[in-house]
T-cell receptor
Framework: QQQVKQSPQSLIVQKGGISIINCAYENTAFDYFPWYQQFPGKGPALLIAIRPDVSEKKEGRFTISFNKSAKQFSLHIMDSQPGDSATYFCAASLSGSGYSTLTFGKGTMLLVSP | DVKVTQSSRYLVKRTGEKVFLECVQDMDHENMFWYRQDPGLGLRLIYFSYDVKMKEKGDIPEGYSVSREKKERFSLILESASTNQTSMYLC?????????????FGQGTRLTVV
């Protein structure tokens, strides 16, 4: 049972455009929603994260939008650059537990064309 | 600079061999995780550990075991490697205190079973 569904599987965006990746979750107890960025040959690294008590979080060109009632959250990359080309994973987690695990989406391969 | 180090970047093993993948973290984190990453399937949790000598099965534990004799070291063991275990393996560690804590990943071990 996939608890976090991510779309699209791949995305091509022109330089300067907006990249949008969407995720939906099922477990309403999740209370931490990070996005990870992975470059080829590297492990994933935290990009930005949000808790459900806010509807949006922005860090530079990266914004998470969160819709608690719809159980959806999305990553927006403004002014996309070729250096943003990577695989992006959304994830969800339960806090308040000594051993909470991250449940990941299947990933989105983003290619930003020059 | 925080670091999760996996002992090998690339491994080639024969079917039936016993394989050890080693992971060391220098952040004094309680939680450590092993994921496998396959195209189109994202990151799937194999096992995790929340304390020394403690382990919990993840979503796909079959064919794997783990060992955590010291806090900083978490080993993944393939008892009898099979070709369907050819994959990228990622180790991660995470703090338990605090609500929203970042998971730090190693660079991955690409295992090929022939």
């Amino acid at each position: 049972q996939q608890q976090v569904k991510q779309s699209p599987q791949s995305l091509i965006v022109q330089k300067g455009g907006i990249s949008i990746i969407n995720c939906a979750y099922e477990n309403t107890a999740f209370d931490y929603f990070p996005w990870y960025q992975q470059f080829p040959g590297k492990g994933p690294a935290l990009l930005i994260a949000i808790r459900p008590d806010v509807s949006e979080k922005k860090e530079g060109r990266f914004t998470i939008s969160f819709n608690k009632s719809a159980k959806q959250f999305s990553l927006h990359i403004m002014d996309s650059q070729p250096g943003d080309s990577a695989t992006y994973f959304c994830a969800a987690s339960l806090s308040g537990s000594g051993y909470s695990t991250l449940t990941f989406g299947k990933g989105t391969m983003l290619l930003v064309s020059p | 600079d925080v670091k999760v180090t996996q002992s090998s970047r690339y491994l080639v093993k024969r079917t039936g061999e016993k394989v050890f993948l080693e992971c060391v973290q220098d952040m004094d984190h309680e939680n450590m995780f092993w994921y496998r990453q396959d195209p189109g399937l994202g990151l799937r949790l194999i096992y995790f550990s929340y304390d020394v000598k403690m382990k919990e099965k993840g979503d796909i534990p079959e064919g794997y075991s783990v060992s955590r004799e010291k806090k900083e070291r978490f080993s993944l063991i393939l008892e009898s490697a099979s070709t369907n275990q050819t994959s990228m393996y990622l180790c991660a560690s995470r703090e338990t205190t605090g609500l929203n804590t970042e998971a730090f990943f190693g660079q991955g071990t690409r295992l090929t079973v022939v």
